[in-house]
């Protein structure tokens, strides 16, 4: 598994709770693009209409030998998920607060994959609290090794 990018501010913004991997839908020149990690996940998040999954705001960087002159980098893509996964996510996606984004997108076994998760946005305070824990961790393990 060769993983291509991580949304780091996905953990700072959101309690993550449920993870998925699911295939993306990509076009000939997206995929090589996505191999040279031309990828980016900021703002990027999941929606589901119609029975179908769609990842949307997801950029993907144009491929520099391509011959396509109209490409659009933050199209919406399809999802390859089971029906029973998709309903699963629509069902706890209409939960208050709960919304579906992706976590990281990775190369297994020559195929793009996406991690999706369920999560639950998290308040100021919360992001305060996490970032004093990290300090009081980073801390202890400071002073630990220094014995």
Do not use: W
């Not at 399809?78 to 996606?93: F, P, V, W, Y």
Request: glycine share 6%; proline share 2%.
């Amino acid at each position: 598994m060769k993983i291509i990018t991580n949304n780091k501010k996905a953990y700072h913004e959101f309690f993550v709770s449920n993870t998925l991997e699911a295939g993306i839908s990509l076009e000939g020149d997206e995929v090589k693009s996505v191999r040279e990690g031309g990828v980016s996940l900021i703002d990027a998040f999941v929606t589901i209409k119609n029975g179908q999954a769609l990842l949307r705001n997801c950029y993907i960087k144009p491929y520099e030998k391509s011959s396509n002159p109209n490409y659009d980098c933050r199209r919406t893509r399809t999802l390859l998920l089971h029906k029973a996964e998709i309903d699963k996510l629509e069902r706890q996606t209409l939960e208050k607060g709960y919304s579906c984004i992706p976590l990281k997108v990775y190369i297994t076994k020559g195929l793009v994959k996406v991690e999706i998760a369920l999560a639950k946005g998290k308040k100021l305070y919360d992001k305060r609290e996490v970032l004093k824990d990290k300090q009081i961790q980073r801390d202890l393990d400071r002073t630990l090794k220094g014995y």
